[in-house]
């Protein structure tokens, strides 16, 4: 199953066919459809559709929410006029109806004034009230976007799993660095408490046998405060989820968002017991890595 990013933007235009008591000319306005998202909690869905085509809406809202899960989604529908340099003529109907009206409203309104040319060719430019033959068209239209839409966010998808996989394989690379990386330490650090110890010690007359068992005992102490194996085992264990959760698609932005989490605790508390640069080191580069998977998987459905 794919993994979707709530990013996406899409749009598409169709020619709609007009009823057979709608007056204006074939092929003088082009119904538009455009559908963006951007990342988000839940699904925020919006619509900004011309006032005769509000009866869509819900039937909008149902292919959108059958698609989408999270984002905010934004999408707009529009009607453009056509014609000879973008001016639509009034057809002998509608002028007889935008006449007709102006004598009812100077029926009762005896001071209002006749309408001018640029007036007529205005509201004429509106075009004719929108019919419910255009629902239908405008349906299609918004399945044939959504396919768009759905297909650009699989892509989007695709490219944020291929990077999330890469920093996977680049933690578990860091982790194996660190494995061996303590043993080591506990080690040096041993020669160095039995150092210490005899250089204290050296000028009395004191068991170098008990320096030696005081030096391993406090060694065997910094080894527990030092230990970061849990941290590792864990890490490994969220990584393993993640590419399990990668490698079966769907819905899986909110779980790795909390995978990510934990793995930034598991990288905090390894900084946090370094006993040397070079685990400090690893352990900001591990920080890095997820910080960089969390801001990516922000975007994931």
């Known amino acids: 199953m794919p993994v979707y990013s709530m990013t996406g933007y899409a749009t598409g235009q169709c020619l709609p066919r007009a009823a057979a008591s709608d007056d204006r000319a074939p092929g003088t306005s082009v119904l538009g459809l455009e559908i963006r998202a951007v990342n988000g909690r839940f699904l925020d869905l919006s619509l900004r559709l011309p006032e005769d085509l509000r009866m869509a809406e819900p039937a909008l809202r149902e292919r959108v929410g059958a698609r989408v899960r999270r984002g905010k989604v934004e999408l707009r529908v529009w009607i453009e006029q056509r014609g000879d340099g973008g001016m639509r003529v009034p057809t002998v109907a509608e002028l007889q109806r935008l006449l007709s009206a102006q004598e009812r409203v100077q029926a009762w309104l005896t001071q209002a004034r006749a309408l001018s040319v640029a007036e007529v060719l205005q509201l004429a430019q509106r075009g004719a009230p929108v019919t ?30 291929c990077m999330l996989r890469d920093r996977v394989a680049q933690l578990r690379g860091l982790a194996a660095q660190a494995e ?26 004191a068991d170098p046998a008990a320096a030696q068992e005081r030096a391993l005992v406090e060694a065997a102490a910094f080894a527990v405060r030092v230990d970061v194996a849990e941290e590792l085992t864990r890490l490994q264990s969220h990584l393993s989820e993640i590419e399990r959760l990668l490698q079966r698609g769907g819905e899986v932005g909110k779980r790795l968002d909390f995978l990510i989490q934990e793995l930034h605790r598991e990288a905090n508390t390894l900084g946090a017991k370094s006993a040397s640069l070079e685990l400090t080191r690893l352990s900001v580069d591990m920080k890095v890595l997820i910080e960089q998977m969390r801001e990516q998987v922000q975007n994931l459905e």
């Open 132 to 161: 419910t033959d255009w629902i239908e068209p405008l349906l299609a239209l918004a399945e044939r976007v959504l396919d768009d839409f759905t297909a650009a966010r699989e892509r989007e998808g695709a490219r944020l799993v």
């Open 180 to 205: 061996p990386l303590v043993p080591q330490i506990v080690a040096q650090q041993r020669e160095r408490f039995v150092q210490r110890i005899q250089d204290a010690l050296g000028a009395t007359a």
